[in-house]
Structure formats: C-alpha cells, structure tokens
C-alpha cells in the first residue's frame, strides 16, 4: 500500500509540502533521515494511522524507533497496534530501555509477551527487570544503558572502552566506576577523561561518593534532586548499592511535566480516575468525553453539598437581611474577594512548597507574614468598596462592608495559606488545597462573617 504522502518541509522537493504521488523506499528514508525525529513526530501526526504505519514498515528500525518516542502516548499506541509483531520487535530492540518498557506496558498483556519472545534474551530480561519497579519511581524511570569502568584501568584505555561502547549507551558524558560487585564506588566525566595524563588510573581521577538514588525512590524527588545539583544523569542503586541503571536528563523533565501536570489538575478539582487511563499520559485533546465527566464531576459534586452551608449562614442570618435590605447587594461581591483572596495565597503556597523554598517548620513565620499582608490588601478594599456602601445604603452600610471586606478577605488569605501546611503535614499532596475547595470553604466563612459583622454592628448602632 503506497498511500500519497505530502510532507510539510520536504528538502528534496522543489517547494515545502509538495505532494508526492510515490515515494520508493530509498527515497522515503533520505526524507526521513535528512529530519530531525522530533519535527518527523510532529508531521506525522497530521497523517492518518495507516499511512504512519505504512511509513513505519519501510523505514529502517533506527529511524522508526527515534520518531516513536517523540509521539504522544495515544499515536504511539495505535501505531504500535496496526505494526505487526515481528516489525515492532524489531523497532522495540532499537529503543532506549526505559522507553521501550513504557511502550510495551501500553499494551495488551497478550501482545506484550508475543513481542517480549520475539526480542533477544539480554533484552527481554532487561525490560522484564525494569518492569518490576513499582510506577513512579527512580527504578521505573531509569534505563540500564549506562557506561561503566574498573578503578584499575587508565583514562587512555577508558577513553578506547567509551569509544567502543557508545553507540549502545544512553550517554557517555558520566561513566560509572565500580567494582567487581557492582558495586557503586564513583563517577568521572568525559570531559575529565579527555583533560587527564593518559596514564592516570581512574581510581585517583574518579569522584567518590556521587550523589545518587535508590530504586525504591519517588521519581519526583529524584527529579528535585537533580534540578538541584543540575545533573544531566544520575545513578541509581539497590539495598546492596550495586549499580542497577541510571536516570538520564530527557526522563527527568518528563517527570517535572508529568508531576506539574498533575499538580494543575489537583489544584482545578479534576480527581484521579482509577482502573483506566489517566489524562495525564492521554492529553486532553484525545481525552474522551466520558473520562473528562469522569475527572470532573466528583469534586463539583462534593463542593455543590458543600455550598449548602453557605445557604445554611444566609437563613440563619435572615431577619438581619430583612432588617437591612442593602445587604445583599455586598454579598456576592465580599465572599468574592475572601474565595479570590484565598486562591492566590494557597496558589502561591503550593508553589513554594513544591519547589523547596518553604518547608513545613515555616507555618508560623508564614502566618505573621500574610496577616500583615492581608490586612494591608483588605483595609485597601475595605476602602474602596465603602464608596459603593454609602452610595447604596448610608453609613451605617459602609462601616459594615468595610469591616466585612477586611475580615473576609484576612480569612481567606490565612485559610489558603495554611491548608496546604495542614495538607502537608498529613503526607497528603498540597496541591489538593485547590482553588474550587478554597474557595467554597472560604465562602462559607465570608457568609458568616459578613452578615455576623452586620447583625453585631446593627444590633449596637442600628
């Protein structure tokens, strides 16, 4: 089947996007070849599946594999289902380790074992080891393509040993020194290779003790950890410090991505949907609209229920309103500020937590800050809404919407900034300190608080 096929940046052609009636396999694969696999990835995407797939049986299983792993997760899957078995295990054996344990985990367990008999025995139990981490860890994430030396050679012959191991590894620019245990014993870069006397043993130019993590480890702190010391691979090791594989730079800033995302969702009220596929990996554009109700509606549900206080506060407070009809014109607008108010300080909270910048030890000095700074904030619009009180309902109005706004607004500050810390302090993730849930909580106090003031303040000078 030779479909036409039209490429946005054709080179052999005489303009961009000529279509081509017939490519020859020849030709297909100097186009192919002649592009970087990322813009590749991204024209394919604009082609149906079957003309990807017909385009994936006549490249070569290098270029296949490079394209692969810059497509989404939904592209990767339907290729991967229309290529047959002995054409994907072949594109499979070309791929990073790590990428090709997160291919196979994408598919049906039936096929995943046709395609694991398919690969040689090194590699199956290679993918078959790496699988055996439990999801979201350093172990999950790593790849077992790593460069690794003994103490007692020379930079002359670890240089000859890189040369010749290169094209198989992840990246060169760290080798591994270990011993005859695999036991991890330290690094040295490339770079420190090429600087040093042919004739240095690489126990005297190694650095010891490297940073690294266990296997056992949250890919997210192996991800802050290496943002922190600005590594471009880390190693990993077991209970026994044995050297199992390495964490490259291109996994980690999918991990910061994956958890940011993550984090979004908790902070938008989208709930984590158990049993099927995540938004997360799926994007969503090609989210279907049923797990979109799925992740949506459970938080507004509970926040709907929760909302009934807020009409709870109104009823209890109802002669008040009766009393002072011009009340009810603030309401909307001071529970407003306190849920606006409340958002920004759990967003920002979240934040700095997340990176590192505030810690849980810090609550206290935290809640001496953004008093100050709420105050400040609500005695400013405390101000300028008294303008609107005098005009819509006198003094005796203003004073209240004025206290009112000061009051909500302080609230709200305090509450978003501390149920992250609260959160925290529960090993539950802050980021559930969402907007939507900050906001109806503090709606429910603004109710209070306002109609309160007002019913305190009516009751001495009304």
Known sequence: MNQPLKF?????????????EY???????????????????AQFSEFDPEQIVDIFTRLTPECCADVLVHMDYEDQREIAAGLADEVLARVIAKMASDDRVDLIHS??????????????KAEREDIRRLSSYEEDTAGAIMTSEYATLSPSITARQAIEKLRLEAPDKETIYYAYVIDSNRRLLGLVSLRELILARPDTKIENLMRRDPICANVHDDQEEVANLMAKY????MPVTNGNDALVGIITFDDVHDVIQEEATEDFHRMGSISQVSGGDDLVDIGLRDASPWLMIQKRLPWLLALVFMNIFSGAGIAYYEETIQATVALVFFLPLLIGSGGNAGAQSATLMVRALAIGDVERKDWLRMVGKEIGIAL?????????????????????????VSLAMIAVVLFGSLLGMSLPFLLTRFNLDPATASAPLVTSVADIGGVVIYLGIASWYLGLYG
């Open 8 to 20: 946005p940046i054709n080179p052999f052609g005489p303009e961009a996007g000529d279509e081509v």
């Open 230 to 233: 600005d590594l471009i691979a």
């Open 23 to 41: 490519l020859d396999d020849q030709v297909l694969r100097r186009l192919c070849e002649a592009e970087h696999p990322a813009d590749l990835a």
């Open 376 to 400: 400040a904030i609500g005695v400013c619009m405390g101000v300028a809404v008294s303008f609107i009180g005098i005009f819509r309902g006198g003094p005796h109005v203003a004073i209240i």
């Open 107 to 120: 598919m049906p367990d039936e096929r995943g074992e046709a395609l694991l008999h398919l690969l040689a």
